[in-house]
């Protein structure tokens, strides 16, 4: 329940009129939170002048006061860090700290949602990382197989993919290190969970952005996604149910190589209306 100090309040309305769903009006010249339509999205407690709004629901230890220093990025440095980003396939031989995956996912958590739904979750890979690498690269070398076998004008498409699903599997079954074309070695699995693609996708990329000022490195495993997909043996073994989608697959560890500059890009397509 969200709730209004009526002592604190001073009947600003700047609650009232940020509020999305309308869920806030003036009684006696306080705020009142009338906790029908509201979401949650904390809006009130953001906007209060007099830190008046608190809700029961969640931790109010996670509210910070804004100052500028704490808060503001220059544009300029952040639009280079974007642009520096690579993926990282080539990993040292070190552990990532869960201190620094624990901070990876908080910026997945702080991240918006539909309808604040918060609808997404975590699962962290480290110990049973090479169970999941057989489990994978079989379930991919199950899939390549079948498309080999059943060579169609539409699987034609894919079939370079299809030969290598295979290759890795059987590359990683001679030596699993130095065959690893799946996870390279990375000590550590970070895997966004969501019903929602969009939710899981922005909590995914703000983690990209955490992992990279951590000094870590990661790249998004396709597929991985594509073979557990409908994979009950994979499912079950990271205890999800079949009504679960995993939206990303952040494979991280600490990068073994330096780039130097960033890359060019295509244009981008602007329509101006």
């Given at each position: 329940?969200?709730?209004?100090?009526?002592?604190?309040?001073?009947?600003?309305?700047?609650?009232?009129?940020?509020?999305?769903?309308?869920?806030?009006?003036?009684?006696?010249?306080?705020?009142?939170?009338?906790?029908?339509?509201?979401?949650?999205?904390?809006?009130?407690?953001?906007?209060?002048?007099?830190?008046?709004?608190?809700?029961?629901?969640?931790?109010m230890?996670?509210?910070?006061?804004?100052?500028?220093?704490a808060?503001?990025?220059?544009?300029?440095?952040?639009?280079?860090?974007?642009?520096?980003?690579?993926?990282?396939r080539?990993?040292?031989?070190?552990?990532?700290?869960?201190?620094?995956?624990?901070?990876?996912?908080?910026a997945?958590?702080?991240?918006?949602?539909?309808?604040?739904?918060?609808?997404?979750?975590?699962?962290?890979?480290?110990?049973?990382?090479?169970?999941?690498?057989?489990?994978?690269?079989?379930?991919?070398?199950q899939?390549?197989?079948?498309?080999?076998?059943?060579?169609?004008?539409?699987?034609?498409?894919?079939?370079?993919?299809?030969?290598?699903?295979?290759?890795?599997?059987?590359?990683?079954?001679?030596?699993?290190?130095?065959?690893?074309r799946?996870?390279?070695?990375?000590?550590?699995?970070?895997?966004?969970?969501?019903?929602?693609?969009?939710?899981?996708?922005?909590?995914?990329?703000?983690?990209?952005?955490?992992?990279?000022?951590?000094?870590?490195?990661?790249?998004?495993?396709?597929?991985?996604?594509?073979?557990?997909?409908?994979?009950?043996?994979?499912?079950?073994?990271?205890?999800?149910?079949?009504?679960?989608?995993?939206?990303?697959?952040?494979?991280?560890?600490?990068?073994?190589?330096?780039?130097?500059?960033?890359?060019?890009?295509?244009?981008?397509?602007?329509?101006?209306?």
């Open positions: 329940m969200m709730k209004v100090d009526k002592e604190k309040c001073i009947g600003c309305s700047l609650c009232i009129n940020d509020c999305i769903v309308r869920d806030i009006n003036l009684v006696d010249g306080k705020a009142n939170i009338n906790n029908i339509t509201c979401f949650k999205c904390g809006h009130c407690i953001a906007v209060c002048p007099k830190n008046a709004v608190s809700t029961d629901e969640y931790n230890d996670d509210v910070k006061d804004y100052n500028k220093e808060f503001e990025i220059d544009e300029d440095n952040l639009l280079n860090f974007i642009k520096y980003r690579r993926s990282i080539n990993f040292k031989n070190k552990d990532v700290e869960n201190e620094k995956l624990l901070k990876i996912i908080e997945g958590r702080f991240t918006q949602t539909g309808s604040n739904s918060q609808d997404v979750s975590y699962i962290v890979i480290k110990d049973g990382i090479d169970n999941l690498r057989e489990m994978t690269l079989e379930s991919l070398s899939m390549g197989q079948g498309i080999l076998n059943n060579l169609t004008e539409e699987t034609m498409k894919i079939k370079t993919y299809a030969e290598m699903w295979v290759q890795m599997y059987e590359d990683c079954k001679v030596d699993p290190k130095k065959g690893d799946l996870f390279f070695n990375a000590p550590a699995v970070v895997l966004v969970v969501s019903n929602s693609q969009v939710d899981g996708a922005l909590a995914s990329s703000n983690m990209e952005l955490m992992t990279n000022a951590l000094g870590l490195g990661t790249f998004f495993s396709g597929f991985f996604i594509r073979a557990a997909q409908g994979n009950k043996k994979i499912m079950d073994y990271l205890g999800l149910d079949e009504s679960k989608q995993i939206v990303t697959c952040m494979v991280i560890g600490y990068p073994n190589i330096k780039y130097l500059r960033t890359t060019p890009r295509k244009n981008a397509e602007i329509i101006w209306r």
